[in-house]
């Protein structure tokens, strides 16, 4: 499987949790105030943090 808009800004941010089905994936974020499963892929996000390094 190949991974969801690799250039989406959600894939940086703290507050993405991928969520992986049989054949796809999703975003979804954490952040309380936005939408849980936002159109994709996100250029700007008012909310954005960076995730820390793993």
């Known amino acids: 499987m190949s991974e969801s808009f690799p250039e989406s800004l959600c894939r940086r941010c703290t507050f993405v949790r991928l969520v992986k089905a049989a054949r796809t994936e999703f975003l979804m974020c954490t952040e309380p105030t936005l939408p849980k499963?936002?159109?994709?892929?996100?250029r700007a996000c008012r909310r954005f943090v960076p995730a820390s390094p793993a």
């Open 37 to 42: 499963y936002g159109p994709q892929p996100v």
